[in-house]
């Protein structure tokens, strides 16, 4: 029977059908799924373009700050070498005591007014090391001092400087009025001879030209900047939609092994209810199997026994006073006695399987009152008591349930007797989340699980099987000095053991 069972014990695949057998389930999950690919393409586009959006305007932003700036160094540049070139030989003179000679003042004059020179340039300065104008073209402003700005003091280092300036400081008090803003170079005066820094001229020049350069520089480059943006914009796309049609590709493959995984759960499911179910009756036909064994035994073998015995008793009576010997100074009445000996005690080892075999009537007692049974037939047998308690166990159960608990109480209780001595014994029952859970303890020698299994000990063998066919669990904390403890769960739910 202990291989029937093991043929008939339910395959384990609870964890596999988690709803996904529900086809409602499924379409839903597939639905989720194509709004959600549907979504993330569109947000890897929208957040593409807003990333390249930003970076275009950085970029492009900084290139015409960069063209602006580089334009205006270069158009102060050239201007400082043509008016170097024109005005330094008249300020020669300033390499002597610092002054420009009185002829060289006119002559600046002329230079700048009606000339190409002065049409490119609005004002005209010339600086001296102490921040002293010695020449301008407004001569109110020649002889003052002003502060030494820092512009000013690179072109005294040897630099040309440009900037648009905004005409606040003081110096450009003559200026403000007629323009907002002019382009300000500095560039150094040096000797014709020795190359030394004697002066510093300062010019300004209107923005209009430049601003019509910049602004075509500029145009340029935001072309080029939004060109390369859309490029990488529709490259992005690209790629986007090629990672789009792949998972739309492998989405599909998955959709399709889905359903096939959910057919094989749905299969599955069906299998393991008709597993469990054949393993209940399993169960109870074991038991109606071994009443039928103990039945058999009584009514055969033991009431031959019996016989045997009372026509031995009748013999024994006449036979025991024979003097006649048969071996060894042995007589007749010593081999009765012997055989009678041998027939009563094989008698009561027959009555104790047939007993041991024969289950009670519990078909219509509750879980507590089988228990209570189990733990009853045991104290009687062992003439020891044992702790029970019991929390809050439901009233109906199958009856495979029933069995079991029966079983497994009468097991564990007489396996703590025979090793442990039945020392401390106690069972615990109580129901939590649809299961039976039984504890039987006890505080006997103790013994290592691992050895018992591995030298074949029957009764844990057979009740982990019993416990598990209806698809419990079963386990065992023992170790050598600090007793055991018997643990198993129980579904407690009905059985549908009469379909089929």
């Known amino acids: 029977m202990g291989a029937m069972r093991r043929d008939l014990r339910p395959l384990d695949v609870r964890h596999w059908s988690m709803g996904a057998s529900d086809p409602a389930c499924y379409n ?63 300020l020669q003179s300033l390499a002597g005591n610092g002054e420009l000679r009185e002829s060289d003042r006119p002559a600046l004059d002329r230079l700048l007014s009606g000339t190409p020179l002065g049409q490119h340039i609005v004002a005209f300065k010339i600086w001296a090391p102490d921040g002293r104008i010695l020449y301008s073209t407004n001569p109110a402003l020649i002889g003052r001092r002003f502060e030494v700005k820092p512009a000013l003091a690179a072109a005294f280092a040897g630099e040309v400087r440009s900037h648009i300036a905004d005409l606040t400081e003081p110096e450009n008090e003559f200026e403000r009025p007629q323009w907002s803003r002019l382009i300000e170079t500095y560039a150094p005066v040096r000797t014709a001879n020795t190359g030394t820094i004697v002066a510093v001229s300062e010019f300004y020049q209107t923005t209009d030209d430049l601003a019509q350069e910049v602004r075509a520089a500029r145009l340029r480059s935001w072309l080029m900047v939004s060109t390369a943006t859309l490029v990488m914009f529709v490259l992005l796309a690209g790629l986007v939609r090629r990672a789009s049609n792949t998972i739309s590709a492998q989405q599909s493959e998955l959709s399709e092994k889905v359903a096939q995984l959910t057919a094989l759960l749905a299969q599955n499911e069906q299998l393991h209810e008709r597993v469990r179910r054949a393993a209940a009756r399993t169960t109870a036909l074991n038991e109606r199997f071994l009443h039928r064994i103990a039945a058999d035994l009584h009514d055969g073998p033991g009431q031959g026994l019996a016989l045997a015995l009372m026509r031995m008793e009748t013999l024994a009576d006449v036979c025991s006073t024979c003097p006649a010997t048969i071996a060894r100074e042995r007589t007749v009445g010593d081999e009765f006695r012997t055989l009678h000996s041998a027939l009563q005690a094989a008698l009561d080892d027959l009555r104790a399987v047939s007993g041991g075999l024969h289950l009670p009537e519990i078909g219509q007692l509750s879980l507590a009152d089988t228990a209570r049974r189990a733990v009853g037939d045991y104290e009687r047998k062992a003439g020891l008591a044992v702790a029970l308690s019991m929390d809050d166990l439901p009233r109906e159960a199958p009856l495979p349930v029933k069995i079991t608990l029966f079983r497994l109480l ?11 001595g039945g020392t401390d014994q106690r069972v615990s029952l109580k129901t939590r989340d649809g299961q039976l859970l039984v504890e039987v303890a006890d505080g006997g020698t103790g013994f290592d699980p691992r050895t018992a299994v591995a030298e074949g000990h029957l009764g844990l063998a057979g009740m982990r099987e019993r416990v598990e066919i209806l698809g419990g669990t079963f386990s065992v904390q023992s170790a050598p000095g600090r007793g055991a403890v018997i643990r198993a769960s129980l579904p407690v739910a009905p059985l549908e053991t009469e379909r089929e």
């Open 28 to 90: 839903e999950f597939a639905a989720m799924n194509l709004l959600a690919r549907f979504g993330l393409v569109r947000l890897l586009l929208a957040g593409g373009a807003v990333i390249l959006l930003a970076g275009m305007m950085v970029v492009g932003t900084w290139v015409g700050s960069e063209i602006e700036s580089g334009v205006i160094s270069r158009a102060g540049m050239v201007t400082s070498l043509y008016v170097d070139s024109l005005v330094s030989p008249h």
């Open 410 to 420: 009468q097991e564990s209780l007489a396996n703590g007797f025979r090793h442990g």
